[in-house]
């Protein structure tokens, strides 16, 4: 997608640790029309998929799965990062890793809102090795329901993540795959 | 706002301890064409204000806000709920109490994001006692911004947070009001 590769190489910033920082546009501070355009980008990946129900986690994702399913025409859902260790009958449970914090949580989704009878596309705003998608694909699976594909924003090329999802058959789609990236060097995209 | 009204008759359930949920359409799973409704109403009630920044707070304000950006047209930024307790110079920090799970807890925001020059509508989709946009608020002042309004999906008159906003002198708008509820018994609104 263009106009985010282009915005990423305006605004994106590299620090040390395989960190890229977009917050200025993507995850802390939201530039909606963009936002607005990568929903679009992503209907038109995945539509004629009959997809029911666009699905994420807190918080950084919620944007993008918001207006995802304003083009979809669909709701959306978003896993929560529990700190209860009371978890009720009432929800599913994932556990996913944190890389940038090192430690293991559990994400919750009310079993109300994800059945048997749902075409899901989960999103997120960022794909490195996948733990956080891992976590999300685990939970619709639990609840019976169909995984239609997963799709990041952008996605970290040299971490694996997303073409581990790829090699495992599951149809991914990131906007922007970042190849290599390097403090005081350029950011180069993968064709 | 009948819509949001009547959604919250059809859908919203009232719990002990002045509990009203409405996870199934505004901050778990979400309506995401009721909440571009709900971003529109609030474009009607500010527009004209010169509106440069939408603010709110992770994780439930989000949705709300990208859709509130949208309808303005400009950025949106979310403070976030910190856990560290090494807080950087760059960010602007407040305290704030959570009703709900009984401690304070340090939001910030990146100084980047929000400068003198901002006109700021804050949103959330809940406003109880109105500790989380006292919270914003402050935030707002540090940055020497201009606070425009504050802005509630759904306020809890009966716990009077919005009361003490309007008070203080801060236009405050929700989009519906509770007057009264119980978990046997009907939602009032007030008129």
Redesign the interface.
């Known amino acids: 997608m263009k106009l985010l590769k282009d915005r990423i190489l305006k605004d994106g910033k590299v620090f040390d640790g395989n960190v890229l920082k977009v917050?200025?546009?993507l995850n802390?501070?939201?530039?909606?029309?963009l936002?607005?355009e990568i929903g679009e980008e992503f209907h038109r990946r995945f539509e004629g998929e009959n997809v029911t129900k666009i699905m994420t986690i807190?918080?950084s994702g919620?944007?993008v799965a918001?207006?995802t399913?304003?083009a979809f025409?669909v709701?959306?859902?978003?896993a929560?990062k529990s700190k209860s260790t009371n978890i009720a009958d009432s929800v599913y449970l994932a556990k996913v890793e944190s890389f940038t914090h090192g430690r293991v949580y559990d994400v919750i989704?009310?079993k109300?809102?994800l059945s048997n009878s749902d075409r899901v596309l989960i999103v997120d705003d960022f794909l490195a090795r996948g733990n956080a998608l891992h976590g999300l694909i685990d939970i619709v699976h639990q609840a019976g329901a169909t995984l239609v594909g997963t799709g990041a924003v952008i996605e970290k090329g040299f971490q694996g993540g997303g073409d581990e999802l790829r090699a495992a058959g599951i149809r991914h789609e990131s906007l922007a795959v970042i190849e290599s990236m390097a403090p005081d060097g350029d950011i180069v995209f993968r064709d």
Not at 28 to 33: A, C, F, K, L, T
Not at 75 to 78: A, I, L, R, S, T
């Open positions: 917050d200025n546009f802390h501070q939201i530039d909606v029309s936002m607005k807190e918080a919620i944007a918001a207006f399913a304003l025409g709701p959306m859902v978003f929560k989704l009310s109300e809102f």
